[in-house]
């Protein structure tokens, strides 16, 4: 069991990050190895204070808790991104930040997996993110909670973000894709995007078409933004420890 109680770990720029700065720690929380097929839909689903991951790797997870794709994470075991996991978490009350509930995300992943982990800044390629010529589609949010919902399987891939910033946005997306995503569209403020498109490879079938809409055609058809790829500094996280969790 995992108690709601202040945190006073500091995560020093350079130093080990395992455990972050957290105003908050999950009441109760449950790791368990996924029984699901592999190839079957996987994320990360938050919102009132809950999260509930199902059949994510130790990889996707940090990709979560710590804003970064996977191209922005180095080192780790060997199971980093085979072995998978059902990760049910509640705080003692509800949280609407999904900010703050990502950081409390590290703090299990810290005490959990032992993970432990540091920053770096490289430059590597990129994609940036921009407005589109004719300007941009987004729904402004109006007050309520943030949420952040993302499914995806071999046949689509679907983000639906309420109350998010275009940094957020940014990082969201480069879970998904094969580069990370810098934030250049210069949109304050948050907004709600909902957008869905097919990955290259994906089976036909299933609700999808065979000719399905990639990221780079749905992201401007659906939210007048775009993706242009650029070398840029991106700030990457190395793995230093990490153990497979006893189950509970």
Avoid at 82 to 108: G, N, V, Y
Avoid at 135 to 152: I, Y
Wanted: glycine share 8%.
């Amino acid at each position: 069991m995992v108690r709601a109680i202040a945190s006073l770990a500091v995560c020093v720029s350079g130093a080990v990050c395992g455990q972050a700065t957290v105003a908050w720690r999950f009441e109760v929380a449950s790791v368990k190895p996924s029984k699901a097929d592999p190839g079957s839909s996987s994320g990360i689903k938050t919102g009132r204070g809950r999260l509930d991951a199902r059949n994510v790797t130790l990889k996707r997870c940090i990709m979560g808790a710590y804003g970064v794709g996977p191209h922005q994470i180095f080192g780790g075991p060997d199971w980093l991104e085979s072995d998978r996991f059902e990760i049910l978490a509640k705080a003692e009350q509800p949280i609407d930040d999904d900010a703050a509930l990502m950081a409390m995300l590290q703090d299990l992943l810290a005490e959990r997996f032992k993970l432990a982990l540091h920053r770096e800044t490289r430059t590597i390629r990129a994609f940036v993110l921009e407005v589109a010529k004719n300007g941009h589609k987004l729904e402004r949010a109006e007050a309520g909670e943030a949420t952040t919902n993302t499914s995806t399987s071999n046949t689509g891939v679907i983000v639906d973000a309420r109350k998010t910033s275009m940094d957020a946005f940014a990082k969201i997306l480069a879970r998904k894709i094969e580069l990370p995503v810098v934030n250049h569209t210069s949109l304050e403020g948050g907004f709600n995007v909902k957008l869905q498109w097919t990955p290259e490879g994906a089976r036909p079938g299933d609700g999808v078409a065979a000719e399905g809409a990639s990221i780079f055609t749905a992201i401007q058809e659906q939210l007048g933004l775009r993706l242009r790829l650029q070398k840029t500094p991106v700030e990457v996280v190395v793995i230093d420890h990490a153990e497979r969790p006893s189950e509970n």
